[in-house]
């Protein structure tokens, strides 16, 4: 059989219509290498990255400690279940429970949708001698594609079609602490959300909100669960974005960048809430193995030792600077957020033409909600790959009419 190095872009392309089921909206671009921020499609042609994996390329396209843990690993053991203890799957949920500020305790799984239905499972059973199984999240969330994860997310986009979706799901607004007090009743047993909103459009909360949920949780005796997939391992600055209001939740989920963009999710809680998960009650085949957990423990020590937490806070405060500039030139952009490297820039037109715009220069960005450009770029980005992109993003929009 042919490797797909031998078939151009055309070629792949009409292969995968024929074949995968339909279910993503594809540009017709096929990418065969990457290194750092530059990936190069079948003809060799070169991208600027600045959405490296969906977010999962935290340190870019194939960093060099992770390619070598995976290849060490993959020759001495790649899988094998849960029934047995592996080094690095016990050393990675040490490394992770030491940079949380509540001794967390690690699940491993493979995806963000997977970490967070444990964490709804875990919250339930902490529930249930109280009577309580009732989960808040909240408007613009998005927790993943399974069905309690989906339920989870309070948008009604991803929910048509599908439906009934879980019971016991009540939804509140992001940043209205009035409008989750109002939602909660004697069965409720946590709340659930995004301290920094990704899919929703890049949305930071505002000030006091996150201690906020906090206090209503410590109030009521509920379990207050963040999803930090996207915003968690080092992205917006802190290794859990959390840490920026300085609060302690009960449970955290993390995936994307936790592997190096090698496919891993985890939950992390709190030592006496996690007991609370025995044997049978959850397991995940492929959660932990050696190779995920070499390459996470990779992925940690370069962000160490490359300082890649104040990178990720120079990043974003670079990109700010540039998109307010971009903001008084351009009447097309009407807001800029960003926390660390998770920059969103508001559009008063859709993104798409954007995105599309970027591609034919060379640049790979992402839009989400309709009119919001994300960027989830490298930690590991120079600053001129920064400036290069920034420059490409002005000089699109600034040749779109409003
Ligand atoms: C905050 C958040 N949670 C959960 C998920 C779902 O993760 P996965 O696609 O790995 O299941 C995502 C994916 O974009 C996410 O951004």
Known sequence: MATTELLSSEQIISLAKKHLIGNYTRYPVCLVRGSNSWVWDAEGNRYLDLFPGWGCGLLGHCPPRVVQAVQEQVAALIHVPNTWYTEPQALL?????ERTDFGGMSFFCNSGTEANEA??????LNGRPKGKYKIITLTGSFHGRTYGALTATAQPKYHAGVEPMLPGFNYAAFGDLDGIAKAIDGETCAIMFEPIQGEGGVNVPPAGFVEGVRALCDQHGLLMILDEVQTGMGRTG???AHQHWNVKPDIV??????AGGVAMGGMVAKPEVADKLKPGTHAATFGGNPLAAR????TIETIEQEGLLDRAIQIGERFRTRFLELKEKCPLVTDVRAKGAMIGV????????VVQGCLEK???VNCTHQTVLRL??????????LEDGCDIIADVLLGLRP
Do not use: C, M, Y
Not at 93 to 97: D, V
Not at 253 to 258: D, G, R, Y
Not at 346 to 353: D, K, R, S
């Open 119 to 124: 964490a709804i499972k875990l919250a339930r």
């Open 362 to 364: 060379g640049l790979l």
């Open 346 to 353: 508001e559009l008063n037109i859709e993104g798409a033409a």
């Open 253 to 258: 989920t993390l995936a994307k960048a936790l």
């Open 376 to 385: 989830l770029p490298a930690l590991t980005l120079s600053d001129e790959q």
């Open 93 to 97: 949920a040490q490394a992770i429970g």
């Open 238 to 240: 802190k290794w859990f």
């Open 295 to 298: 390459a996470a423990l990779a």
